[in-house]
Nanobody
Framework: QVQLVESGGGLVQAGGSLRLSCAASGRAFWNYAMAWFRQAPGKEREFVTG????????YYTDSVKGRFTISKDNAENTVYLQMNSLKPEDTAVYYCAARPWAVIARNIGDYNYWGQGTQVTVSS
């Protein structure tokens, strides 16, 4: 059974940085795409960024381009989200997701596995 466990959330001031981790286990992920979504209070869950495990292709939503970086560590089966220049509007619960196709998708329904989420709060 695939398990995704996020960590690294917290409270940070605007302009600060955080790094989220998503530890994946339960199978080999070489043909998977991994993604980060976020959900702010009262809003729908939205796609943030994704990466393909084998080729390392990435995709970012426009609002985080140039500020967030997704990466992976094959040996540790872990995906990271480095978040810099954080803004109050980045406040949300951040979720890690996985799908067994090496193509990044932006819809929630395209992902089979989800982590429990980690809270990120950016104060102004």
């Amino acid at each position: 059974q695939v398990q995704l466990v996020e960590s690294g959330g917290g409270l940070v001031q605007a302009g600060g940085s955080l790094r989220l981790s998503c530890a994946a286990s339960g199978r080999a992920f070489w043909n998977y795409a991994m993604a980060w979504f976020r959900q702010a209070p009262g809003k729908e869950r939205e796609f943030v960024t994704g990466i393909t495990w084998n080729a390392g292709r990435t995709y970012y939503t426009d609002s985080v381009k140039g500020r967030f970086t997704i990466s992976k560590d094959n040996a540790e089966n872990t995906v990271y989200l480095q978040m810099n220049s954080l803004k109050p509007e980045d406040t949300a619960v951040y979720y890690c997701a996985a799908r067994p196709w090496a193509v990044i998708a932006r819809n929630i329904g395209d992902y089979n596995y989800w982590g429990q989420g980690t809270q990120v709060t950016v104060s102004s």
